[in-house]
């Protein structure tokens, strides 16, 4: 009879094991829950990016409450330096701000409406993560800052008087503990620097001298990314809180743009899910025909923007939506997507008939092409049957 064995306790797993961190030492031990990958800054979600895009969203918050319309980014020799003009941290909180976790002003939702920054984490992830961070807020002639080391507090000065305008400037480089030999490509940050314009419309950027401001939104990403010719001019539908672009080309496959409260959700979520059957909705409806979804979305190149209160993310880094609804107790995302896409595509088409007509001819085209492709494979498959040996 085989001998049971014996379970191994481990005796010095004791009270003395549990440890408590505070805010900075956790971020540090365990970056990738605030930041995603750290990497060396070769591929555009590396965490460098995502500390730059942390301190930017906060801008880019301010000028959608109305506050500010120009917003600066330097980054020369590994230092970033953001500076908004909109209403500046409220001087008596800025240290906390961006020191004690949790705290932040995107509680409000009347202060901050519609904003990407819900959980009170992302400049001290930048503090924590930075060998030098330095704050400033100008608010109404007085102005505070604080300068932090990997989220030490070594300085501060409270309510000078000053005459520079209003807002929040931010200063911080990596720290080379956390990202070796790191190094920022500025055509990255470019390409962020424009989404942002894309999405708010009227915002001049300036990133290291250089101006950047769009004038037609999604229309003008498109524009700007679209690589292979479009079979119908861009179609492009703007109203309060939703905006969508979208043609086909010649190339094949689906290609997407999606954005929530100005975070480019690179992976999509539920939002990009909902556009997506709408576009095949409103064919069906448009043409009176029951088109397969691909043939309505095959060689798409789209983009959709949706400014929602509250939005849910699968995690830290914002590149899913999960959102169910528009805001807590709301109605449901997918149907207000829906009923918003369907209505404005179906009569935008009923006043371009040229560009109805292209879509219409892309889709039957496709349908075509599918089931040629379908009766090749079906016949090959029959012949490799019957050439198989009894």
Known sequence: MAKKESLTIDHNYTEDSIQSLDWKQHIRLRPGMYIGKLG??????????????????????????G????????VKDGRCRIRDFGRGIPLGKVVECV???NTGGKYDSQAFQKSVGLNGVGTKAVNALSSYFRVQSVRQGKTTWAEFVRGELTQTKHELPTSQHDGTEVIFDCDG???TDYLYRMDYIETMVRNYTFLNVGLKMIFNGQEFKSENGLLDLLNTHISDEPLYPVIHIRSKDIEFAFTHTTGYGEDYYSFVNGQHTTQGGTHLAAFREALV?????????????ADVRTSITGAVSI??????????????LG?????????????????????QL??????????AEAWKKKILQSERERKEIAGIKKLANERAKKSEPS
Not at 67 to 74: H, L, P, S
Not at 281 to 293: H, I, L, Q, V
């Open 177 to 179: 503990e956390i990202f």
């Open 307 to 320: 400014r929602i209160q509250e939005p849910v993310f699968e995690s830290q880094t914002k590149t899913k």
């Open 40 to 65: 060396d800054g070769a591929s555009k979600d590396d965490g460098i990016y995502v500390l730059l895009k942390e301190v930017v969203d906060n801008c880019i918050d301010e000028y959608v409450m």
């Open 323 to 343: 959102s169910q609804n528009t805001h807590p107790g709301g109605p449901s995302l997918r149907n207000w997507i829906n009923e918003s896409v369907t209505s």
């Open 99 to 101: 020191s004690k976790i």
């Open 346 to 355: 179906d009569n935008y088409l009923h006043k371009h008939p040229e560009t």
């Open 67 to 74: 506050y500010g319309k120009q917003i600066e980014i330097d």
């Open 281 to 293: 909705k409103t064919a069906r409806d448009f043409y009176g025909k029951d088109f397969d979804p």
